[in-house]
T-cell receptor
Framework: GQNIDQPTEMTATEGAIVQINCTYQ??????LFWYQQHAGEAPTFLSY??LDGLEEKGRFSSFLSRSKGYSYLLLKELQMKDSASYLC??????????WGAGTKLIIKP | IAGITQAPTSQILAAGRRMTLRCTQD?????MYWYRQDLGLGLRLIHY???????GKGEVPDGYSVSRANTDDFPLTLASAVPSQTSVYFC??????????????FGDGTRLSIL
């Protein structure tokens, strides 16, 4: 079966760095997405990785290892507004997104 | 402002009633999707449309139907609502269903409660 695993909840301190991990098992693979979702709002796109390695976009970076079925989202210089759920999703061989349940990130002052 | 509009924002519905959730996008995206989001679960695909005039079943299609008569609109219909369909429904679109570089963009969602 197809499966995405990510931690349910994480807590970090304002100004610090946090890494949110995601492992995936899909039938075929066409890339890995990260989305941010604030409570009561729509998911918004953060990053897309299809090749191994690190993609940096400002304070956010995303890493992919296809051989390990593993990705992480790295958030630097955490701000209170980064408190949200972070959704990992893998694009399978049918180009359908398989979604994880999301990681709720709590930022403390 | 370009984007996806969903209506209604929220709805309370009696079981057995028919309900259509509306979704309109003005980005001229080819592909559109309907998801449901339930606490503790990932987004689950209900139905999708890769291009106007075509639709397909996702992971959880039972009890739902869709149509794609034109590029902009993708309504989702619950023929006879049941309490297990209580959820938050998100409509999304992307420029291409077959290009990972074209991420999905989401509407603000419809909160549906079936009593």
């Amino acid at each position: 079966g197809q499966n995405i695993d990510q931690p349910t909840e994480m807590t970090a301190t304002e100004g610090a760095i946090v890494q949110i991990n995601c492992t995936y098992q899909t039938s075929g693979f066409n890339g890995l997405f990260w989305y941010q979702q604030h409570a009561g709002e729509a998911p918004t796109f953060l990053s897309y990785n299809v090749l191994d390695g690190l993609e940096e976009k400002g304070r956010f970076s995303s890493f992919l290892s296809r051989s390990k079925g593993y990705s992480y989202l790295l958030l630097k210089e955490l701000q209170m507004k980064d408190s949200a759920s972070y959704l990992c999703a893998a694009l399978d061989s049918n180009y359908q997104l398989i979604w994880g349940a999301g990681t709720k990130l709590i930022i403390k002052p | 402002i370009a984007g996806i509009t969903q209506a209604p924002t929220s709805q309370i519905l009696a079981a057995g009633r028919r309900m259509t959730l509306r979704c309109t996008q003005d980005m001229r995206h080819n592909a559109m999707y309907w998801y449901r989001q339930d606490l503790g679960l990932g987004l689950r695909l209900i139905h999708y449309s890769n291009t106007a005039g075509t639709t397909g079943k996702g992971e959880v299609p039972d009890g739902y139907s869709v149509s794609r008569a034109n590029t902009d609109d993708f309504p989702l219909t619950l023929a006879s609502a049941v309490p297990s369909q209580t959820s938050v429904y998100f409509c999304a679109s992307s420029d291409s269903a077959f290009d990972g570089n074209q991420p999905q963009h989401f509407g603000d969602g419809t909160r549906l409660s079936i009593l």
